[in-house]
């Protein structure tokens, strides 16, 4: 999703609005604990908006560690300029971040990986595109070169945005099977110093953590919702 441009079937915003289980005066449990579906992996990167309208929150990254779930780190988070939205209910260029639970595929930047990384990483070439023509057979995917069908600009040149995709991951809102006009090209990314178009985006040193913490071993997805949202959670 154009980062430039303002500068995973169904949850109703995923996080658990439900006071915290446990005896009275008991410290809240963390997060992940209170989430229905956490993906099935011992990571979990969870990026909350206090609410649907927000275009800021924060992203925090969990290790699942003897049963318990632990924070590994966190920082601010920017989404989109719109807010929030239910992915299903997510059209493209709307601006709006999809809530859900999604894997994590790839990462890419314009940048080398950082040092310790072990997600498979692509590096961002003049030739490296975002399909997001609906009328491509690509739609949805990252093309190098790009192919005949996929107009550049129904597109995003990625090595255009060397600051916000200096390092991202992807994420698999909409990708395993895309469904056109729902949209295309949501990433966790670098911070551009505003509202994204409608991905996640970090401050930079804080994306370097993340690559450098995530395992695809260990099965990581990303949540995204609200802190008020509904308790039910659908995996994408």
Same mark, same amino acid.
Not at 204 to 211: E, N, P, S, T, W
């Given at each position: 999703?154009?980062?430039?441009?303002? =500068?995973?079937?169904?949850?109703?915003?995923?996080?658990?609005?439900? /006071?915290?289980?446990?005896?009275?005066?008991?410290?809240?449990?963390?997060?992940?604990? +209170?989430?229905?579906?956490?993906?099935?992996?011992?990571?979990?990167?969870? &990026?909350?908006?206090?609410?649907?309208?927000? *275009?800021?929150?924060?992203?925090?990254?969990?290790?699942?560690?003897?049963?318990?779930?632990?924070?590994?780190?966190?920082?601010?988070?920017?989404?989109?300029?719109?807010?929030?939205? %239910?992915? $299903?209910?997510?059209?493209?260029?709307?601006? $709006? *971040?999809?809530?859900?639970?999604?894997?994590?595929?790839?990462?890419?930047?314009? %940048? &080398? =990986?950082?040092?310790?990384?072990?997600?498979?990483? +692509?590096?961002?070439?003049?030739?490296?595109?975002?399909?997001?023509?609906?009328?491509?057979?690509? #739609?949805?995917?990252?093309?190098?070169?790009?192919?005949?069908?996929?107009?550049?600009?129904?597109?995003? !040149?990625?090595?255009? #945005?060397?600051?916000? #995709? /200096? @390092? &991202?991951?992807?994420?698999?809102?909409?990708? +395993? *099977?895309?469904?056109?006009?729902?949209?295309?090209?949501?990433?966790? !990314?670098?911070?551009?110093?505003?509202?994204?178009?409608?991905?996640?985006?970090?401050?930079?040193?804080?994306?370097?953590?993340?690559?450098?913490? /995530?395992?695809?071993?260990?099965?990581? @997805?990303? =949540?995204?919702?609200?802190?008020?949202?509904?308790?039910?959670?659908?995996? #994408?």
């Amino acid at each position: 999703m154009r980062p430039g441009a303002v =500068a995973l079937a169904s949850l109703s915003l995923l996080l658990l609005g439900a /006071a915290p289980v446990g005896a009275a005066g008991a410290p809240p449990q963390p997060l992940p604990a +209170r989430m229905r579906d956490t993906g099935g992996g011992t990571q979990l990167i969870t &990026a909350v908006a206090a609410r649907t309208g927000s *275009t800021t929150g924060t992203v925090t990254w969990w290790d699942r560690v003897g049963g318990r779930w632990v924070k590994a780190g966190s920082a601010s988070a920017r989404f989109g300029a719109k807010g929030l939205v %239910e992915g $299903t209910k997510r059209r493209q260029g709307t601006y $709006t *971040t999809p809530t859900g639970l999604y894997d994590l595929p790839f990462a890419f930047g314009t %940048e &080398a =990986a950082p040092s310790g990384t072990r997600y498979p990483y +692509r590096a961002v070439r003049q030739s490296s595109w975002w399909c997001e023509d609906n009328a491509s057979r690509s #739609y949805n995917r990252w093309t190098d070169p790009r192919p005949a069908d996929c107009r550049a600009a129904e597109s995003e !040149h990625l090595v255009s #945005y060397p600051t916000q #995709y /200096a @390092h &991202a991951l992807v994420i698999g809102f909409n990708y +395993r *099977t895309p469904v056109r006009g729902r949209g295309a090209g949501i990433f966790l !990314h670098v911070d551009g110093r505003g509202a994204t178009a409608g991905c996640v985006s970090v401050p930079a040193a804080d994306m370097r953590r993340i690559l450098r913490w /995530a395992d695809p071993a260990r099965g990581p @997805h990303i =949540a995204v919702g609200t802190t008020g949202g509904a308790t039910a959670v659908t995996r #994408y």
